[in-house]
């Protein structure tokens, strides 16, 4: 394969993933959970700030209902992803708010848009276990409102963790982009930071528009990654 010669032509390998890598873990990409929600408020408000700050039960229903997947387990793309990490100089970065890439056991992993495992009070900014968060959406301590420490809509990035990805882009020489369209920005824009030299892949059943000099392959991710080498 192809693929396999230029992993091992890489010195520094970096993966940018999106919703697409956990489907086959079981969990749905956000435009199929707004088809559930067809008709009612769409999931850009209901993850939005004004809805934790105005509706905050409404935003806690949602999210605790309709975003955490904890049965779910790395499927073979994270756990190839993994692999690379831990016996190469590879990275990655991931609009994933899901943790599966550190549950398959990644290093060097910068969650863009934060992590819904790690919740924290608005109140006393007391970090408590997701569990009481899917129990309760509120602290029994301090009677605080609790939010998962993911970003929202209207909310801006946290600037460490931009600096982080777009030093990872740019010092990467091979970047293979799996499970987003890249239309979201900024994540999309990280590609800017590339390296001129650098090599653009994208594997993506859907034609992708992607910077000239790239290369994508319009195959299942899965079937790619189980015939990759590290």
């Known amino acids: 394969m192809q693929l396999n010669d230029e992993i ?11 919703a697409g890598v956990s489907t086959a873990s079981g969990i749905p990409d956000y435009r199929s959970k707004n088809g559930l929600y067809a008709g009612k408020e769409s999931p850009e408000y209901l993850l939005s700030l004004t809805c934790l700050k105005q509706q905050p039960e409404l935003f806690y229903r949602f999210v605790s209902q309709k975003m955490y997947y904890p ?32 549950k398959a056991g990644a290093k060097n992993v910068i969650e863009f848009h934060g992590n819904l495992y790690h919740v924290t009070c608005q109140r006393c900014g007391q970090k408590v276990p997701y569990t009481d968060y899917l129990n309760q959406g509120m602290r029994h301590a301090c009677g605080g409102i609790l939010r998962p420490e993911i970003v929202l809509y209207e909310e801006q ?12 882009v740019a010092q990467a020489d091979l970047i293979i982009v799996c499970g987003t ?50």
């Open 157 to 168: 990035l946290a600037p460490e963790v931009v600096e982080q990805a777009v030093a990872a």
């Open 71 to 102: 049965a779910a387990q790395p499927n073979i793309i994270h756990r190839q992803m993994a692999l690379a990490t831990q016996k190469r100089r590879a990275g990655i970065i991931t609009q994933n708010v899901d943790g599966l890439h550190t």
């Open 181 to 230: 369209s890249l239309q979201v920005y900024p994540f999309a824009g990280l590609l800017d930071y590339r390296r001129p030299d650098a090599h653009l892949i994208a594997i993506n059943r859907e034609q992708l528009k992607l910077p000239q000099g790239s290369r994508q392959l319009r195959m299942d991710a899965a079937t790619v990654f189980a015939q990759l080498i590290f």
């Open 8 to 18: 091992a032509r890489s010195k520094q390998l970096l993966f940018l993933t999106g």
